[in-house]
């Protein structure tokens, strides 16, 4: 089985954006964007169902960060815009319980994202 990776993290300046990527993802699953900062509980960012058509998002991110996926390439992606400090964690996808944040499976390394003021 092949492990399911985070990619494309990196520093930014606030105000900036950031494209995180999560392959292979688990087509006929909800798959869900979490983020871990230091000192703080894993918490759910986004998610989004099997066909990509319903999305949820925090309070936190919303007008701001997009879920999607691209079921062909087994891929979820994070486009994460108008970046905050408070953004600042180590981000991880997995495939949640339909319409909620409780995850299927082990996790993964994670992408760190890192937001400077």
């Known amino acids: 089985q092949v492990q399911r990776m985070e990619s494309g993290g990196g520093s930014v300046q606030a105000g900036g954006s950031l494209r995180l990527t999560c392959a292979p993802s688990?087509?006929?699953?909800?798959m869900a964007w979490f983020r871990q900062a230091p000192g703080k509980e894993r918490e759910g960012v986004a998610n989004?169902?099997?066909?990509?058509?319903?999305?949820y998002y925090v309070e936190s991110v919303k007008g701001r960060f997009i879920i999607s996926r691209d079921n062909p390439k087994k891929s979820v992606y994070l486009q994460m815009n108008s970046l905050k400090p408070e953004d600042t964690a180590m981000y991880y996808c997995?495939?949640?319980?339909?319409?909620?944040?409780?995850?299927?499976?082990?996790w993964g390394q994670g992408t760190q994202v890192t937001v400077s003021s």
């Open positions: 997995a495939p949640v319980v339909a319409r909620t944040f409780d995850a299927l499976d082990v």
């Open positions: 688990k087509v006929t699953s909800y």
């Open positions: 989004i169902s099997p066909d990509g058509g319903t999305t």
